[in-house]
């Protein structure tokens, strides 16, 4: 009797031992990847502007300059409709830059052009001037240019940005529920869930404009081109017979 059971025992084992049939595998997956792009015209214009001032003997005077200079472009941007919560200065720095000695010139020929360059003590302001309108860009530069800033770059972009990105993604994954479908049919399957959703891309849709500003008598005009917001997904899903 105990050999009966211990050979039973033994059956059970190796029948457990068994691999499972193919109905118990693990579920048919498809991953695909989906882009969306929308396009959108800017509604926001950033000029970036750096107030650079100096003298050579003293930086309250350099400091001085610089602040002059500022209120007198905020005065004009003002008149310009730009809100003083739209004027932000990102940095702000002194430092002394040391004359050299003069270049000797030849006593003939033609005069050696001596590079233009700012010592003594040199104070620099660095602001973003947000124009009331996109296409106010261009007077924004010729305020800042008629008090002798340079203008580094104008950025344009969306005020309300998380609205295009979300689109985006939407299209995004509306292209890969496309060829999921398309990829199943032609296997002869079905999509029968969704496994994962992995988001690998949702940029900030930002377009810059040419960065060099020259004086000029007439009016700056800057027309900036539609932005593209764009946005990509790896979808993995579920496929049944």
């Known amino acids: 009797m105990k050999h009966a059971t211990l050979a039973v025992c033994l059956v059970a084992l190796a029948l457990g031992a068994l691999p499972h049939p193919a109905s118990a595998?693990?579920?048919?997956?498809?991953t695909v990847s989906g882009a969306g792009v929308i396009t959108k015209a800017p509604d926001s214009a950033i000029v970036d502007v750096v107030v650079v001032t100096n003298d050579d003997g003293s930086?309250?005077?350099a400091t001085g300059q610089n602040n002059a200079a500022f209120n007198t472009l905020r005065d004009r941007l003002r008149a310009?409709?730009?809100r003083?919560?739209?004027?932000?200065?990102?940095?702000f720095s002194v430092r002394y830059v040391p004359r050299p000695p003069q270049l000797r010139q030849p006593?003939?020929?033609p005069v050696i052009p001596v590079p233009a360059q700012r010592y003594g003590y040199i104070a620099s302001r660095s602001l973003t001037v947000t124009a009331p309108q996109v296409d106010a860009a261009g007077r924004v530069v010729d305020a800042a240019v008629a008090v002798g800033?340079?203008?580094?770059?104008?950025?344009?972009?969306?005020a309300d940005q998380r609205a295009a990105v979300s689109a985006a993604l939407a299209a995004a994954v509306a292209d890969a529920q496309l060829q999921a479908e398309s990829v199943a049919q032609a296997a002869h399957l079905h999509i029968a869930?969704?496994?994962?959703?992995?988001v690998s891309g949702a940029p900030s849709p930002v377009a810059f404009a040419a960065r060099d500003m020259a004086l000029a008598a007439t009016p700056t005009e800057i027309a900036?081109?539609?932005l593209d917001v764009r946005a990509s997904v790896s979808v993995t899903y579920y496929a049944a017979p």
């Open 25 to 30: 595998a693990d579920p048919t997956t498809l």
């Open 59 to 61: 930086a309250a005077k």
């Open 80 to 82: 310009l409709g730009v």
């Open 84 to 91: 003083d919560d739209a004027i932000r200065t990102t940095s």
């Open 107 to 109: 006593l003939s020929g």
């Open 149 to 158: 800033a340079n203008v580094n770059g104008i950025r344009f972009a969306l």
């Open 193 to 198: 869930g969704i496994k994962s959703i992995d």
């Open 224 to 226: 900036p081109a539609p």
